[in-house]
Structures are given as C-alpha cells and as structure tokens.
C-alpha cells in the first residue's frame, strides 16, 4: 500500500534552516508529480511546494518563494524540501502528497503522519 514518512522537522529560531524529508513506498515514485502541505492549527491545510515528475517543474506559494527548495531523489524514493530564513509564521505540521501535475495540481488521498516545524526564539 502507498506509505509517506516525513522527517527533518523540529524547533529553529527564526531566520534558521530545516530540511524535510518524504519517503515514498507502495507506489512507483518516479512515475508521480508530489507536493509538500502545510497545516497550522486553525488552518486550512496549504499547498507550498510542487514538483514535477523528473523535477521538470517546481512551483511554490508566495509566502515561501524565494526562501524554500523542492527536490527529489527517485533512486531513493524521496522528496525533500529545504527551508531557509524562516519565519514565526511557517510554524506548522508539513505533510507531503503524491498527485499530478497538467498546469495545476491534482492531489490524492495519500498522506503521511506529517513532521512538526516550530519557528520560534
């Protein structure tokens, strides 16, 4: 069955970096566009980040672009995104998805547990 773990978060001052992982198995990784979400209590969950099958693509939210990085690694079966100078206000439970990419994102009901990022001094 399709299993997503994420990893890599924790509590960082503000203006800190993290890097987030998401191993994918169950599913042909390589064959699927993935996104990273996020979802501060309160909140409805936001699209951040997406990448395209083969990484042909990466597109990110306005509050993140410039300071964020989708990647991937299909040999390891694993997306990452790296986040720099973050803020108080990117505090919040990150989840990655597997989906499709024609011009916009079509999300799946697949997600992972989620990995929690606190921005705080």
């Known amino acids: 069955q399709v299993q997503l773990v994420e990893s890599g978060g924790g509590l960082v001052q503000p203006g800190g970096s993290l890097r987030l992982s998401c191993a994918g198995s169950g599913f042909t990784f390589a064959k699927w566009a993935m996104s990273w979400y996020r979802q501060a209590p309160g909140n409805e969950r936001e699209l951040v980040a997406t990448?395209?099958?083969?990484?042909?693509?990466?597109g990110y939210a306005d509050s993140v672009k410039g300071r964020f990085a989708i990647s991937r690694d299909d040999d390891k079966n694993t997306m990452y995104l790296q986040m720099n100078s973050l803020k108080p206000e990117d505090t919040a439970v990150y989840l990655c998805?597997?989906?499709?990419?024609?011009?916009?994102?079509?999300?799946?009901?697949?997600w992972g547990q989620g990995t929690q990022v606190t921005v705080s001094s």
């Open positions: 990448i395209t099958v083969g990484g042909g693509f990466m």
């Open positions: 998805n597997l989906g499709q990419y024609t011009g916009r994102w079509y999300s799946t009901p697949f």
